[in-house]
């Protein structure tokens, strides 16, 4: 878990947003982490790869999640911390913030990109702009 996702999530929360998982790992193992950890408590919804037959950044996997939620994509704002997630929103109307992982390496032009549009949450306690979206 990040550092202080939980406080970020208790936002959300009081702000009664839905919050969901898409993840590429398989339902099992995503059940049994939300279900062991405080994730129970905010998640509205998780969205496994195994049940829907296909993998980010496939946007075959985001559109059946839009039409299953019935939702579009400005209805949408997507953290990430993966190139796979970039990738699976980009060229889309998705606003995608990455939370910057510092075991993982980034290419340098996307990481640009996203610095320079103010795209990267370094810590959840300092996400203000984040909070002016929602």
Known sequence: MFSNIEDFLIYLKKKKLKIFICTNKPKILTKRIVNK?????????????????VKKPDKKFLAK?????NINDQEIIFI?????????????????FLYFNK????????????????????D???IKFLKKLI
Do not use: A
């Open 80 to 96: 990430g911390d993966s190139i796979i997630d970039y990738k699976l929103c980009d060229k889309t109307l998705i606003n995608f």
């Open 103 to 122: 075991r993982l390496r980034y290419p340098k032009k996307i990481y640009l990109k996203l610095k320079n549009n103010n795209k990267i949450i370094y």
């Open 65 to 69: 999640i839009k039409k299953e939620l």
């Open 37 to 53: 950890t405080f994730l129970k408590n905010y998640i509205t919804k998780f969205f496994c790869s195994d049940e829907y037959g």
């Open 124 to 126: 959840y306690k300092r």
